[in-house]
């Protein structure tokens, strides 16, 4: 299929095809909001795509950080991925079990890394289930496997940069929050954050960038939400939400139509709204 691209998005069809290769590594990236009810755990261990491992975004992280699964340091990247059995030389699928919703943070993190060999699964696991493909419940066989890192530091900014690049205007930054809580007119679903966006932000749910399947849209449906929003695709790109998990739907959309010069907050709204002297907007963008 057209869309089918090893660095950024592949199929269902394409996995299926490449499910055998013994260089494929398949992990579930699976990651819900606290108020969902869901085990993404448990769930992997009911049924998985045959050979996938599950990467804990919560547990690999910088743990020593007071907010949610910050990305983690490079050591501790290097020694999950070697006893997950995911090294060098490895093309790496990452899937999850809403469709696409925490897989391109993993996605964005072996980006980080220096990983280029990484696609998500359009659809996921929804869409692989559906087509009737298999799983199943058994873990997968690990060899530890040496994996080589060159951490890539213009993919992350930190607040102090955010706060700059709002103050100038010279990026955009795109909030993939639901438009509710980007007006600061539905409350966040972590206690003791104000409502609102950073200014200067402009609002890109990231359910807007999918399809009714869950699957991506076409880069050029993807161009026009972005060009609906008021996006100036010629500034650098900072995207943001709630703990940096929906953010990376946008880079990996802006990967898919070209636009190389991204970057995300890794500490969101939650570190944002958590500050009484940065300054928040609400309403729309």
């Not at 964005?108 to 692989?128: H, N």
């Not at 438009?179 to 932000?201: M, N, S, V």
Request: aromatic share 8%.
């Amino acid at each position: 299929m057209a869309c089918d691209d090893p660095k950024t998005l592949v199929s269902t069809e394409w996995l299926t095809a490449h499910l055998k290769d013994p260089d494929l590594r398949i992990l579930d990236a699976s990651w819900y909001l606290p108020g969902a009810g869901r085990d993404p755990r448990a769930e992997y261990e009911a049924a998985h795509i045959p050979g996938a491992r599950f990467f804990d975004i919560d547990e690999i992280a910088d743990l020593r950080s007071d907010l949610p699964h910050m990305a983690p340091p490079v050591e501790k990247f290097i020694a999950r991925m070697r006893a997950m059995g995911v090294g060098d030389g490895h093309q790496v699928v990452i899937y999850d079990g809403a469709g696409i919703f925490s897989a391109p943070r993993v996605w964005w993190t072996f980006r980080l890394m220096g990983k280029s060999d990484v696609a998500v699964l359009d659809g996921g696991l929804p869409k692989w289930r559906a087509e009737g493909h298999p799983v199943e419940d058994m873990p997968p066989v690990l060899r530890d496997r040496h994996m080589t890192v060159q951490r890539q530091a213009h993919l992350i900014k930190d607040v102090t940069q955010v706060a700059a690049a709002s103050k100038l205007g010279d990026s955009e930054i795109l909030d993939a929050r639901s438009p509710g809580r980007f007006a600061g007119t539905d409350p966040e679903p972590r206690p003791g954050l104000r409502g609102g966006h950073i200014p200067g932000a402009r609002n890109i749910f990231f359910q807007t960038l999918l399809n009714p399947d869950g699957t991506m849209k076409s880069p050029d449906d993807l161009r026009a939400v972005l060009a609906a929003a008021g996006v100036d695709l010629g500034k650098p790109a900072i995207t943001s939400c709630g703990t940096g998990v929906t953010a990376a739907v946008i880079n990996l959309a802006l990967e898919r139509i070209g636009h190389r010069d991204h970057a995300l907050y890794d500490g969101s709204w939650t570190e944002w709204g958590m500050y009484g002297d940065l300054p928040v907007a609400t309403g729309g963008a």
